[in-house]
């Protein structure tokens, strides 16, 4: 059990990473791809430990069989995990909608594909030379590595879960008063929001088209922000003090 912890835990990381450089690098900012605070994905941990269960019955199966497997395996996982998301939490982590051959916007033949070929590569190359320094771990040290482990990101699934509720309510709330909000106190309340709402912005459409208020309301607020802080700069011949200090 230690080492399935150990294991699941380090391929969502090294999910986290690949899904941070690649999503950075898409939106030309940093950003935290995670339905969780913290640096894991686990559909990479499902999926890496799914691949490593059935790997003894894929031994004796050719490659374009274990192919095959791996993209009916990546796509089962993936439109469960984009239909539970959608459905409890109101969350589109991903939206295929544009990308020919979708399902529900869920799933998509080409990204399939990837995981497919991703599965292959994992199986025959990476999994065992990962697997060789996972077994150097010393014996001792396992169990209580697997703890902290667990008991963070059970933690962060509370903790993101009520910060997800937290944000419905907030957007009722946001309709209610929506004329009479002032710049600080908005601010202040939709900061704790604000990584989901730039990381997911497809969340305007599975909450409700509230979420388009939201975000007007946000880029005004911002946009007089900066307008403001030109006029100081420019009276005070751009040598007054910083509001940021």
Do not use: C
């Amino acid at each position: 059990m230690t080492i399935f912890i150990l294991t699941f835990s380090f391929y969502a990381f090294a999910g986290w990473i690949m899904e941070t450089i690649y999503r950075s690098i898409q939106q030309r900012r940093m950003v935290n791809p995670g339905f969780l605070s913290g640096p894991f994905l686990p559909i990479y941990g499902f999926f890496t430990t799914l691949v490593i269960f059935s790997s003894g019955l894929l031994s004796h199966i050719a490659w374009e069989g274990q192919f095959a497997w791996f993209v009916f395996l990546s796509t089962v996982l993936e439109y469960l995990a984009g239909w539970f998301f959608e459905r409890f939490f109101h969350l589109q982590l991903w939206d295929y909608h544009s990308t020919p051959f979708n399902l529900h916007g869920r799933i998509a033949l080409p990204y399939s594909l990837l995981w497919g070929v991703l599965g292959l590569v994992f199986h025959l190359i990476i999994h065992p030379a990962v697997q060789i320094q996972m077994l150097r771990i010393p014996i001792s040290v396992r169990p209580t590595l697997a703890i902290i482990l667990t008991t963070y990101v059970i933690w962060d699934i509370i903790h993101s879960s009520l910060l997800l509720r937290r944000l419905e309510h907030f957007v009722v709330v946001f309709q209610e008063r929506y004329e009479r909000l002032e710049f600080t106190p908005f601010l202040m309340a939709f900061s704790q929001f604000r990584r989901l709402l730039h990381t997911y912005p497809k969340m305007r459409h599975t909450l409700s088209e509230k979420m388009s208020l939201l975000h007007a309301k946000q880029e005004a607020l911002e946009n007089f922000l900066r307008l403001q802080r030109q006029k100081f700069y420019n009276s005070e011949g751009g040598n007054g003090p910083h509001l940021d200090d």
